[in-house]
């Protein structure tokens, strides 16, 4: 039977889980507490970094409704719960993954998916939100300014048209 404390901590679990965009789930085997705080520094503007222990955390996310995750839930298992851009987020632990060799990027939660290790690597190969957002921005105002040159165009062609007519019309 489990006791009043692990109850209690699952349920915090599972409402950082309930309260995040993404989760990305690491091995830290091998990191030393001072690199886990300098993960924990590199990460506090996007998500927390936190370490799990497995059976609670597998409690907490079928709770959630994340029976997946269970799969990556196997050895020591530190999970940054991202509250932020999930992307930013990504290359940060990716980057920090460079830096300290021990650190593994096991796979993520993110949008009722679970990704695998590439997967989870994939996102920090993407663009940041601003950036995605001003491309397709960009791709907008490029088709807007097209059709109203389309528009001008057919506009001045009409209007030579009936030129062309008016100038018959008077002969």
């Given at each position: ?36 705080k300098e993960l924990r520094r590199s990460l506090a503007d ?44 990504a290359k940060k632990v990716v980057d920090a993954a460079k ?73």
């Amino acid at each position: 039977m489990p006791n009043a404390e692990k109850l209690e901590k699952v349920q915090a679990l599972k409402e950082r889980i309930s309260g995040s965009e993404a989760l990305l789930l690491t091995e830290y085997r091998g990191l030393t507490v001072h690199d886990t705080k300098e993960l924990r520094r590199s990460l506090a503007d996007t998500a927390s970094f936190a370490v799990v222990k497995n059976t609670l955390m597998s409690r907490a996310s079928v709770e959630a409704g994340i029976d997946e995750l269970e799969r990556l839930l196997e050895g020591p298992t530190a999970v940054a719960f991202v509250e932020g851009d999930v992307v930013s987020a990504a290359k940060k632990v990716v980057d920090a993954a460079k830096k300290y060799p021990a650190l593994i990027l096991k796979g993520a939660y993110m949008e009722g998916r679970v990704l695998d290790a590439a997967q989870a690597q994939a996102l920090a190969t993407l663009e940041s939100r601003e950036v995605m957002l001003s491309r397709i921005a960009g791709m907008i105002k490029a088709d807007m300014a097209r059709a109203a040159a389309a528009f001008v165009a057919v506009q001045s062609r009409f209007l030579g048209l009936l030129e062309a007519y008016k100038t018959e019309k008077e002969e």
